[in-house]
């Protein structure tokens, strides 16, 4: 096997490989991961508008 291009010499460029390819994603996802978790939090544990238990949940006689 042949070994082309400007990585087969210094190696350097190998790890801005690895870093684009494998750690920017995964720090990009865990990021958007983290702030749909913390949307989904704070909207189950923010207090209601109206409070629900004041509407009736079943209606007799209409």
Avoid: H, R
Avoid at 20 to 28: E, F, G, K, L, Y
């Amino acid at each position: 096997m042949s070994s082309t291009g400007s990585n087969a010499a210094g190696g350097g460029s190998a790890l801005g490989g690895i870093v684009t390819s494998i750690v920017v994603p995964t720090a990009v996802g865990a990021l958007l991961a983290g702030s749909l978790l913390g949307g989904l939090v704070y909207s189950q544990t923010t207090t209601p508008d109206k409070n629900p238990a004041s509407q009736q949940i079943l209606v007799y006689g209409d």
